[in-house]
């Protein structure tokens, strides 16, 4: 049976309303620590500043005195197929600090040249679950300084980075590697973001909609 031009049209609309965003992963606020940070004057992204030992890359997408969230979690909003995918934002500090996905190391500080790099992964969400990431801070030696956060207990209660939530399924990580000197959560900055993957048979449906309306255009001339 063969599809009409008004049915592909109507395939190709619903299509695209099918692209429509949804949330895939959130902040959780149920542990015992979960509170509010104030974004102080010295932080560097913030204040679109950086010292000679670190670098930033784009507009600051928060600003001195916004709320971030501390002892938060991130979590899956959603039990959908997705893409995450984490950009290196940049750092300050001088000291060894890395991000880690699933235990694996994913960005460092101790190499510049990774700074604005982006790492993308296609997950399966499970609402409420934990997201599987950590930080690590070392010394400039190789041996570890402070404690790991490599597991899924993500909060910040076990290590000090807070969240700033940028606008749905977009989040920045501001970490803190606790060094005594300030703590100011501008130590390593790293951005999560959610999006759709889009499934092959609704691009294929999208793409026979569009068809579809280029025919019956040239069909009226």
């Given amino acids: 049976m063969r599809l009409s031009t008004t049915s592909m049209i109507f395939a190709a609309t619903f299509a695209v309303s ?26 560097s992204y913030a204040s679109g500043t950086t010292n000679p030992g670190g670098t930033f890359v784009g507009t600051p997408e928060y600003s001195v005195g916004d709320s971030a969230l501390s002892g938060n979690s991130v979590v899956f909003s959603s039990n959908d197929k997705f893409k ?3 950009t290196f934002i940049g750092y300050e500090a001088g000291w060894q600090n890395v ?21 993308s992964t296609v997950v399966t969400g499970t609402t409420g679950a934990n997201l599987d990431f950590g930080f690590a801070t ?4 190789g041996s570890v300084q402070d404690s790991q956060d490599n ?7 076990s290590f000090n980075f807070v969240i700033n939530e940028l606008g749905e399924d977009s989040l ?27 499934e092959p048979g609704t691009v294929a449906l999208l793409g026979l909609g ?3 309306l280029a025919l019956r255009r040239r069909a009226k001339k």
Avoid: C, R, W
């Fill in 18 to 43: 099918g692209f429509a965003s949804a949330a895939y992963i959130d902040t959780d606020a149920s542990g015992p620590n979960a509170g509010t940070y104030t974004v102080p004057s010295d932080n």
């Fill in 84 to 86: 995450l995918t984490f």
């Fill in 99 to 119: 991000f880690l996905y699933n235990g694996v190391e994913i960005f460092n500080t101790y190499d510049s040249g990774t700074v604005g790099n982006t790492f």
């Fill in 138 to 141: 070392y010394k400039f030696s």
């Fill in 151 to 157: 597991d899924s207990t993500n909060d910040s209660t």
């Fill in 172 to 198: 920045l990580l501001s970490l803190d590697d606790d060094n005594q000197v300030d703590d100011n959560h501008d130590d390593m900055l790293i951005k999560v973001q959610a999006s759709k993957v889009p």
């Fill in 210 to 212: 569009l068809a579809g």
